[in-house]
């Protein structure tokens, strides 16, 4: 089943990416780093650490932000994985990965710890896009990502607009679930299928429940096919694109970069 990911809007963009350093002196040096905006991100970590880059990239550019993999459902879930992709060696899901060897380049180790990395679960599961900003430093992934992650090349989408807002009380009291039929309550927040004019209202457990009738042994679905519209939708994206809880505010989230992946083991 091929998830349809064309039609559906976007969302939040969450990104954890791979800078190369292009200065002779450095050249070389890879930084592994969270990012809401790439195209600002990369222009911080070349203006320096009081311009809002890392203290290990500033005065070391420029810079070149070579991949992102993007994608993810949530803040934390990047996160996440930025923590373990830097260091792999502390994460319990990496044990099989094996330490740099002597003569293996930074860029080589970081490759070969993200290909493990994307075939490793959690992560494996999840509907991640590998993007080569820098196409000619395109090498291929071995072990290769599974089927659901697309390879891509170019600059990541523009910025997404703020999710759409869900009826209230007073605009629709009798909200129900598509699934169920029970009406939805004001604090619960249903999936809605990402697809333009497909009329799909849900409660998480009901679509979930839905979608893991063809993967009975695991906890959550990977993907499924939409009751309402019938198209393919990866369940990632329902939880990114229709999300539960506040959003956070993306300067924060670049300010607090470092502090939150000293936090985050996974």
């Known amino acids: ?3 349809a990911r064309g039609a559906a809007r976007p969302g939040r963009f969450f990104g954890v990416y791979l800078l ?4 002779p002196r450095h050249r070389g040096r890879v930084y592994v780093g969270f990012t809401v905006n790439p195209t600002r991100r990369v ?3 070349n203006a320096g650490r009081k311009k809002g880059g890392a203290w290990r990239t500033s005065g070391r550019g420029p810079w070149e932000m070579v991949l992102i993999v993007h994608g993810f459902p949530s803040a934390v879930a ?3 994985f930025e923590w373990a992709w830097q260091h792999p060696q502390a994460s319990r899901r ?3 990965v094996g330490p740099r060897m002597r003569g293996e380049a930074a860029f080589a180790f970081h ?3 993200l290909a493990h990395m994307l075939s490793t679960l959690p992560w494996a599961r999840l509907p991640l896009t590998l993007r080569w900003m820098r196409p000619d430093f395109h090498c291929d992934l071995c072990p290769a990502p599974p089927p659901h992650v697309p390879l891509t090349f170019g600059p990541p989408p523009p910025p997404a607009p703020r999710r759409r ?3 209230s009380a007073n605009q629709d009291a009798k909200t129900r679930c598509t699934l169920c039929a ?3 309550q004001d604090e619960e927040e249903p999936l809605c299928c990402p697809h333009p004019g497909c009329p799909l209202s849900a409660h998480m457990i009901c679509l979930a429940e839905e979608f893991l009738q063809e993967e009975p042994g695991q906890l959550l679905p990977l993907e499924g096919q939409c009751p309402g519209c019938k198209n393919s939708v990866l369940w990632g994206d329902l939880i990114r694109l229709c999300g539960t809880g506040a959003e956070e505010e993306e300067e924060d989230l670049e300010l607090e970069e470092e502090h939150w992946t000293d936090l985050l083991e996974t």
Do not use: I, K
């Open 1 to 3: 089943m091929g998830p």
């Open 20 to 23: 190369y350093c292009l200065n």
């Open 43 to 45: 222009q911080q970590h």
């Open 78 to 80: 990047a996160l996440r």
């Open 94 to 96: 990496l044990a099989h």
């Open 111 to 113: 490759l070969r710890v």
């Open 165 to 167: 807002a869900l009826p």
């Open 182 to 184: 029970r009406t939805l």
